[in-house]
């Protein structure tokens, strides 16, 4: 199983043990709302689906997507998610997306997260192109894109039916290209 070490977080495969973990912390409206496929309530039912779709993607001999749960080192404890979707090999790209459970907001964790998946986007992975596709009116996430250098490409009107809430978003779209990305 694959694992990305920072000095504070540990990307990793979910698994049913932080199942818990997961629930608390995406199981808020106010995390939620920001996500496109996550509904809420959100009960064991979803994360036992999610930690098996993971498992499952995980299986492909080329992975088109990389899953991971975030974990806080200090607290042994899983306090969002992040990945890698949607990869084309062929044309070098694919998407980022994150989320952070409310209690752990504006304490860096996301950055020192994206930094990582930057990192293994462009060096590993050797894609040339990453994206990350954000509601408009979620201000926070889309100055993370900003801080990282990404480009705005534009607005996607009416592209995104949020799960949990059934509202409709506008998606910003913004994106970085290799050259670009300066660790």
């Known amino acids: 199983m694959m694992e990305i070490k920072t ?3 540990i990307l990793r495969q979910p698994t049913m043990k932080y199942a818990k973990d997961l629930i608390e912390n995406i199981n808020n409206l106010d995390v939620s709302k920001w996500l496109l496929v996550a509904p ?3 009960t064991m039912k979803d994360a036992k689906w999610y930690i098996n779709h993971c498992e499952e993607k995980a299986k492909e001999k080329t992975p088109t997507s990389y ?7 200090s607290e042994k404890k899983i306090i969002g998610g992040c990945g890698i979707s949607g990869i084309d090999y062929d044309q070098g790209i694919a998407d980022l997306g994150y989320w952070l459970g409310e ?3 504006r304490q860096g964790i996301i950055t020192e ?5 930057i990192n293994y986007s462009f060096n590993k992975l050797k894609l040339r192109r990453l994206q990350i596709p954000i509601f408009s009116d979620n201000i926070p996430s889309n100055n993370v894109a900003k801080k990282f250098g990404f480009t705005f490409e534009g607005v996607l009107r009416k592209k995104a039916v949020c799960k949990a809430t059934g509202k409709i978003h506008d998606e910003n779209l913004w994106s970085l290209l290799k050259e670009e990305w300066k660790n």
């Open 7 to 9: 000095k504070r977080l």
């Open 40 to 42: 809420y309530p959100y």
């Open 67 to 73: 899953e991971f749960s975030i974990e806080l080192k």
């Open 103 to 105: 209690k752990y907001w």
């Open 113 to 117: 997260t994206i930094n990582e998946l």
